[in-house]
C-alpha cells in the first residue's frame, strides 16, 4: 500500500511539473518547481519559495494574465543572487495584453534573460495607460535582456517597449538591453 501511494504521488508530481511552462532550479530554498507563468515563478521568488542562483526555463508559450513582478533581492523574503531566464527549445514567447508592464523588475538586480534568438516578449495592449513590455523601476539595475525579440503596442509619454521608470535613491542603472 505504501509503494503504491509513493507511486501515486510520483506520478501526480510528474504531471504537474510535466504542464508547466515555466521550470525553476535553485540553488536554495526548493530546489526545483514548475509554474505556469513567469508571474507565478517571481512570485514564488518574492516570497522566497526559491533563493540562490536561479535558472528559470521557458518550456512552451506562455500568456500573463497580469504583470509578472520580480521584487530585489532583501526586499520582504525574496533572497536570490543572480536569476537566469532561458527559452528551452526555439520559438517560445512570453506575451498578454497588460495595461501596464508585461515584465516588471521592480528593483530587481542581476537578472539575464538571455532569448538563445528564439524567445520573443511582447505587450500586445493598446491601452493609453503607462504600458510596456519590460519596465525598470526602483532601482533595478545591472540586469541584461538579449538576443530576444521584444515588441510593444501602446505608444505615449509614459509608455514604451522597454520602459526605464523612476529609479529610487541609486537609479536604474547598469542595464543592458
Known amino acids: 500500500m505504501k509503494k503504491l501511494l509513493l507511486s501515486l504521488a510520483g ?9 508547466a511552462q ?4 535553485s540553488s536554495g530554498g526548493v530546489p526545483g518547481a514548475g509554474y505556469t507563468t513567469l508571474g507565478g ?6 516570497t522566497g ?18 504583470s509578472a513582478v520580480l521584487n530585489a533581492s532583501g526586499s520582504g523574503s525574496a533572497n536570490y543572487g543572480a536569476i537566469q531566464i532561458i527559452p528551452s527549445g ?17 528593483g ?7 532569448g538563445a534568438n528564439s524567445l520573443t516578449i511582447e505587450n500586445t495592449s493598446a491601452s493609453g ?6 519596465r525598470f523601476i526602483g532601482g533595478a539595475s545591472n540586469n541584461a535582456i538579449v538576443n530576444c525579440i521584444l515588441k510593444g503596442a501602446a505608444n505615449s509619454l509614459a509608455s514604451g517597449t522597454t520602459f526605464f521608470s523612476t529609479g529610487g535613491a541609486v537609479g536604474n542603472t547598469g542595464n543592458t538591453i
Open 90 to 106: 526555439g520559438g517560445r514567447s512570453i506575451s498578454g495584453s497588460i495595461a501596464g508592464p508585461l515584465i516588471d523588475l521592480n
Open 108 to 114: 530587481a538586480a542581476n537578472v539575464t534573460i538571455n
Open 41 to 46: 515563478a517571481f512570485g514564488a521568488i518574492n
Open 11 to 19: 506520478l501526480v508530481l510528474l504531471a504537474v511539473t510535466a504542464s
Open 49 to 66: 519559495v526559491h533563493t540562490g542562483t536561479i535558472s528559470i526555463s521557458i518550456g512552451g508559450n506562455i500568456t500573463e494574465p497580469v
Open 22 to 25: 515555466v521550470s525553476v532550479l
Open 129 to 134: 495607460a503607462p504600458t510596456s513590455t519590460i
